[in-house]
C-alpha cells in the first residue's frame, strides 16, 4: 500500500511538472490579427489526467518488473543480464525461422508497389531514404560515439552534386549517383579535419555550424546554385528510356531498397572489421583506445567518411524523386530530425535505426491530423526513452567471446 502511495504521488508531480511546461502551447492561443487571447483550459486538463495515467501505469509496470526479477534471479543484476534472452532474436538466429522469415519479408517488399496506390509507394520511399539516412548517421554516433548536428549538409551536397551536374552539363542520374557520393565523402573529410581535436559538445557545435554554413552558402551563391529559388526540372532516372510519373516512382521505391541493403551490408562489414572494433574502443573510451595503439585520426575520418558517404547517396536520390531542390529543404531540422530516429530506435542497432526511421517518418504522415504536435510528441518521447530505456526501442546487443570454449 505504501508503495502505491508512493507511486501515485511521482505520478502526480510528473503530471503538474508537464502540465506547467506544456501551459504556453496547449492552453494559450494567440490571434494576432483580432488582438485576442483564447484559454483552452480542457486542454490542460487533458495534459494532466493523461499524463497521470500513464505514468502511474509505467511506473507500476516496471516495479512489477523488478519484483519479477528479483524473484526469478535474486539481487544479482549481472547474472540477470546474462541470463536473459531475446526471443525473437533467438528464433530468427535459427536457420529453418530465419529463412521463411526473410523469404516472406522480401516477397512482400518486391510486390508492395502492386499492392499499394502510387501515393503510397511514395511515401515509402521517403522512408527508405530515411532510413538510409539514420543508418549513416548511426556510423558516426552509434558506432564512433560522435555527436553530430549537421548531417543535412552531407544531404545536400548529394543533392546539388545532382542538381548542378545536369543543370550544367547535362549528367544523368546514375552517373551523377556515385559522384555525388564521393562529393559527400569528401565533404566529410573537409569537416573531418578540423575536428580531430574535438569532442562531446563542442563537436556537436562545430558540426551544427558546417550545416548551416552549408545552407547559407547554397542561398547565396545565386549565380552557381539559384540561391533560394532552387534548381528545377532535375530529370528522374529511367530504366533504358524515359519513365512515367508512376513508372520512375516505383523505379526509385526499388533503388532505395537496393541502397538500403548496400548501407547494411557496409554496416555489418564494418562491424566485424579491425576499424569496426577500433571505432568501438574508441567510442568507450578515446583515451584508453589511444593509449593501446589505436589510430583516432583514421578512425575519426573514417567515420566521417562514410556517414557523408551514404548521405551523398540519398542527396542524389532525393534531387531525382522530387526534381526540384532548394536550400531550405537542408535545415536544421532535418538534421535533428534524423538524429532522432537514430536515438529512438537505439544507436549502434541497425534495426532499431531502421525501426526509428520508420517511426519518425511514417507516424507524421498518417497522423496529420497531429502535425501541430508532432514535436511535442517527439520531444516527450525522447525524454520518456531518454529515462526510462536510454539504450533505445532496439538496443544494441554486445558480442561475447569465450575463451578457451568451456561453458563458463
Not at 51 to 69: A, E, I, N
Not at 164 to 174: E, K
Not at 186 to 194: A, C, D, E, K, N
Not at 267 to 292: F, P
Request: hydrophobic fraction near 50%.
Amino acid at each position: 500500500m505504501k508503495n502505491i502511495l508512493k507511486e501515485i504521488k511521482s505520478s502526480f508531480l510528473a503530471s503538474l511538472w508537464l502540465m506547467f511546461l506544456t501551459f504556453p502551447i496547449m492552453v494559450l492561443k494567440v490571434s494576432t490579427i483580432n488582438g485576442t487571447v483564447r484559454w483552452r483550459w480542457m486542454n490542460l486538463l487533458w495534459v494532466g489526467v493523461g499524463s497521470f495515467l500513464l505514468s502511474w501505469v509505467w511506473r507500476m509496470s516496471l516495479d512489477r518488473k523488478m519484483r519479477g526479477r528479483k524473484q526469478r534471479h535474486g539481487d544479482d543484476s549481472e547474472s540477470e543480464n546474462s541470463g536473459r534472452k531475446f526471443v525473437l532474436r533467438e528464433s530468427l538466429a535459427k536457420k529453418n525461422v530465419r529463412i521463411p522469415t526473410l523469404s516472406v519479408l522480401a516477397l512482400f517488399v518486391i510486390v508492395f508497389p502492386l499492392l499499394v496506390s502510387f501515393y503510397q509507394v511514395g511515401i515509402m520511399t521517403s522512408a527508405l531514404m530515411f532510413v538510409i539516412l539514420g543508418l549513416g548517421l548511426n556510423i558516426v554516433i552509434g558506432y564512433g560515439g560522435l555527436l553530430h548536428i549537421g548531417y543535412a549538409a552531407f544531404y545536400a551536397v548529394g543533392a546539388y552534386s545532382y542538381g548542378l551536374m545536369y543543370m550544367y552539363w547535362g549528367l544523368p542520374f546514375w552517373l551523377c549517383l556515385p559522384l555525388g557520393a564521393v562529393s559527400g565523402l569528401v565533404f566529410g573529410l573537409i569537416i573531418g579535419f578540423p575536428v580531430l581535436r574535438l569532442r562531446g559538445d563542442y563537436l556537436a557545435i562545430v558540426t551544427l555550424a558546417f550545416g548551416e554554413i552549408v545552407r547559407l552558402l547554397l542561398e547565396n551563391l545565386s549565380g552557381f546554385t539559384k540561391g533560394p529559388e532552387g534548381i528545377a526540372q532535375i530529370p528522374r532516372p529511367g530504366f533504358f528510356t524515359k519513365l512515367s510519373l508512376q513508372g520512375a516512382t516505383t523505379y526509385l521505391y526499388y533503388i532505395a531498397i537496393a541502397l538500403v541493403l548496400f548501407t547494411i551490408f557496409i554496416m555489418k562489414r564494418l562491424e566485424d572489421s579491425r576499424i569496426g572494433r577500433a571505432l568501438e574502443a574508441m567510442r568507450e573510451d578515446d583515451i584508453a583506445a589511444q593509449s593501446m595503439g589505436i589510430d583516432l585520426t583514421k578512425a575519426k575520418l573514417t567515420t566521417f567518411a562514410l556517414s557523408s558517404f551514404v548521405a551523398g547517396l540519398v542527396g542524389v536520390i532525393l534531387a531525382g524523386k522530387t526534381t526540384y531542390i532548394n536550400p531550405g529543404s537542408f535545415t536544421l531540422m532535418e538534421s535533428v530530425m534524423i538524429l532522432v530516429a537514430v536515438v529512438l530506435g537505439g544507436t549502434g542497432s541497425i534495426p532499431g535505426v531502421i525501426f526509428g526511421a520508420l517511426i519518425v517518418t511514417l507516424i507524421p504522415e498518417y497522423f496529420r491530423a497531429l502535425a501541430d504536435y508532432r514535436m511535442f510528441m517527439f520531444g516527450v518521447a525522447l525524454v520518456v526513452m531518454s529515462i526510462f530505456r536510454p539504450q533505445g526501442i532496439i538496443p544494441k546487443i554486445r558480442k561475447h567471446y569465450i575463451v578457451g570454449g568451456g561453458d563458463s
